[in-house]
């Protein structure tokens, strides 16, 4: 069965981190590029970060440049974000995204709530 599982959201206090995790079946994984969007309510689906698919050149949204960091681990089908120095603008559902060249996948999605 193919199907991208996120976990790890939550609610954290501000200054706080997170992991989320995303994990992969079905798939040739390491054939994907991974990537961690989010969306608010009311606002549109934007991009957090991207990873390529031997993870060896990654891209962040600005908003969480030198706070959050995508990694994966092509072993464990996994793909992380690690996410520090939270805010309340980080509140959002987390999507997990594979991307190859014949087919775009889309997890489930998890809540990250940063509040005091």
């Known amino acids: 069965q193919v199907q991208l599982v996120e976990s790890g959201g939550g609610l954290a206090q501000p200054g706080g981190s997170l992991r989320l995790s995303c994990a992969a079946s079905g798939i040739m994984f390491s054939w994907y590029a991974m990537s961690w969007y989010r969306q608010s309510p009311g606002k549109e689906r934007e991009l957090v970060a991207n990873?390529?698919?031997?993870?060896?050149?990654?891209t962040y949204a600005d908003t969480v440049k030198g706070r959050f960091t995508i990694s994966r681990d092509n072993a464990k089908n996994t793909v992380y974000l690690r996410m520090n120095s939270l805010n309340t603008e980080d509140t959002a559902v987390y999507y997990c995204n594979a991307a190859s060249t014949h087919r775009t996948l889309w997890g489930q999605g998890t809540q990250v709530t940063v509040s005091s």
């Open positions: 990873i390529s698919s031997t993870g060896g050149s990654t």
